[in-house]
């Protein structure tokens, strides 16, 4: 069965049983205290925590992932940083009768996962084994999913409970939706390693994969940190239980296809053809189990990814972790002499295998082949210079005990763009150590991320990317700001005060607001916003600032959507007597100072979350 098959069935299966086929999200969330989209679940917070209804009940998708903890992973069979989710969900209390269908629990997810893999994918009961949570001080045990799987037919001996790090998931951030879990894993070998009886699921040997895991979502993580700056967190039963599933598609097509890695399945195999013959190597296993031929493999279709859906390399946030990649995937190139119009035909080739599931690599695609080759131009010969300067730094080392100071490392980044990770990876792989700490004492000092990135996590506007802007960028953004709290009060007024900002994002040319709304906005509604954006613009308001404490500012009426990320003393900023917001500012003194506002887009941004565009122009 091909990986587009395998895409088709799950959906088509779990659509036969009312779920909602929704699309994938973005890889850049609508959470900004996340970098990119880990599981497919993230779209569907609102829906899991009960703060918004959903317009359905069930839902299953296939999700584009990006995970940055498996980067250094990334080489061995299964480890990958971008990767498809298939997940299927239930929000919602199963007896609820709030009109929009039954939703399910513990016992239907574990009996839909076993009967998609037995009966649609015929893989072996024999070699299914699974994990519970085995609790601890604040969960209970889940004797029930135990009861659950014995009830359909996997046998005591294949049962097996862990704790938290294995068993207990998310959230996806610092706060959200959580809860036990339970995981399946599939035997690939059949046969137990050194350690016998104790080869079981989670055994490092590798004669396990973990391909499906089921969340009985019902617990949030909430963090309490009004006293003392000191953070606590804690576990609350949420008023429903949902049901939220991921399978990693890259895992289950190498378990369908009988595959030792997922490099050797059709997800990767005709990139990796295109690969051995641009480098002109052998049509060979070895070829493929080579590390620099993974990684390469593995980063140019997230590279290709990350750029379809809007990133930029930078020196910041997910532009970073961009730029990381491309540097990483020209040094691991140069190795094979993979320069750079290779590196070209393979981001196409990605593109020609990618392009039917995801268009947007289509309408993408001369993005992404400039801006790697942009990149490539760039880093190909700091890189060598880089190396040289490396390797000089090191044989002028005395002792594997001084190892790299975090001068040297930092003037590596500065001066030959070498992100850190990557002196650290050059470095391990000649046992030689790294001071770390001190690169980022440099760091700091040289306030390469600048304390506006931070401000962003808090203020939640978007504001401040550690991009240097000019004092004319900086105006254009403050009124921007502005405008975007007028825009999110006039909302409320049309739209109703189910509108909570999602998520901002300001560049001096326009404001982006995510909101949620179930719906799209008729032409009407978009104009009434405007009118009224342009009406409070042309009272010419004060825009008034008072720091108080949180409680207080959300006692007065403020709005504030990133509650657990404020600080203890918030400023609320207030526009005349229309606007009040928690917020980091800084805004104009008067609305007057905007202009013209005009709303230049409206679309869907995730499930339940509408995005607005919208620019000022000159009067
Ligand atoms: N959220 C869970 C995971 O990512 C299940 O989808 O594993």
């Known amino acids: 069965m091909s990986s587009k098959q395998l895409r088709k069935k799950f959906l088509s299966f779990f659509k036969k049983r009312g779920h909602k086929i929704v699309p994938s999200s973005s890889l850049l969330p609508d959470d900004p205290s996340v970098l990119f989209t880990t599981a497919g679940m993230q779209q569907f917070v609102p829906f899991l925590t009960g703060r918004i209804t959903p317009l359905y009940r069930k839902a299953c998708s296939v999700q584009k992932c990006f995970r940055t903890d498996d980067i250094e992973e990334v080489g061995d069979n299964f480890h990958h940083t971008f990767f498809e989710m298939l997940g299927n969900w239930s929000f919602g209390d199963p007896k609820a009768k709030d009109g929009i269908g039954d939703g399910y629990f513990k016992k239907e997810a574990i009996k839909f996962a076993l009967e998609f893999l037995l009966n649609e ?116 039963l949420l008023p429903q239980k949902n049901i939220d599933t991921g399978i990693g598609l890259e895992r289950l097509t190498a378990v369908v296809q009988n595959k030792r890695s997922s490099y050797d399945t059709d997800l990767f195999s005709p990139i990796g053809r295109e690969l051995e013959n641009l480098v002109g190597g052998t049509m060979s296993d070895s070829f493929f189990n080579r590390k620099e031929v ?148 440099e760091l700091e ?80 509604q978009i104009e009434k916003v405007e009118k009224i954006v342009n009406e409070k613009i042309k009272e010419n308001l004060p825009v008034k600032v008072e720091e108080m404490k949180l409680e207080r500012a959300i006692e007065s009426g403020a709005l504030g959507f990133f509650r657990a990320k404020y600080p203890e003393i918030v400023k609320v900023y207030s526009i005349g007597s229309y606007s009040k917001e928690i917020c980091a500012g800084p805004h104009v003194s008067h609305t007057k100072e905007l202009g013209e506002f005009k709303i230049i887009k409206e679309e869907a941004s995730s499930a339940g979350v509408r995005r607005i565009k919208a620019v000022l122009k000159k009067v």
């Open 294 to 441: 993974r990684i390469i493999l593995d980063h140019i279709r997230a590279i290709c990814f990350l750029i379809s859906d809007g990133v930029l390399p930078s020196n910041v946030e997910q532009g970073y972790i961009l730029r990381r990649l491309l540097r990483r995937i020209i040094r691991y190139g140069n190795t094979l002499n993979l320069g750079q119009k290779s590196l070209i035909n393979l981001a196409k080739k990605v593109v020609s295998v990618y392009k039917d599931t995801y268009p947007e690599l289509s309408k993408k695609e001369n993005d992404i082949l400039t801006i790697i080759s942009s990149e490539y131009e760039k880093f190909s010969k700091a890189l060598e210079r880089g190396l040289r300067q490396f390797n000089k730094l090191i044989s002028k080392i005395p002792s594997n005990e001084t190892g790299i100071s975090g001068k040297q490392a930092f003037e590596l980044y500065t001066t030959y763009g070498f992100p850190l990770e990557f002196t650290k990876e050059l470095a391990s792989e000649r046992g030689i150590r790294i001071d770390e700490k001190g690169f980022y004492k």
């Open 445 to 524: 000092k040289h306030k390469a991320i600048s304390g506006k990135g931070r401000e962003k996590k808090f203020g939640g506007h978007g504001l401040g990317e550690a991009r240097v802007f000019s004092k004319e960028d900086e105006e254009k953004i403050k009124r921007l700001h502005t405008a975007t709290h007028l825009l999110h009060q006039a909302l409320r007024d049309v739209l109703g005060n189910q509108v909570k900002q999602m998520g901002s994002d300001i560049t001096p040319e326009r404001l982006r607001f995510d909101f949620s709304y179930p719906k799209k906005l008729t032409s009407e």
């Open 121 to 236: 994918l015929g893989l072996d009961k024999k070699r299914l084994y699974v994990t519970i949570f085995k609790g601890d001080k604040e969960i209970p045990k889940d004797t029930e999913a135990k009861e659950l799987w014995i009830k359909y037919g996997i046998p005591k001996d294949r049962i097996f409970e862990f704790g938290r790090k294995e068993n207990f998931w998310g959230p996806t951030g610092e706060v959200g939706p959580c809860g036990p879990c339970s995981e399946i894993h599939y035997d690939l070998t059949g046969k137990p390693c050194k350690r016998e009886d104790k080869c079981a699921p989670n055994c490092p040997c590798g004669r396990f994969i973990e391909i499906w895991n089921l969340v009985f979502m019902e617990y949030e993580k909430k963090i309490d940190d009004q006293k003392s700056g000191i953070r606590k967190y804690y576990y609350e």
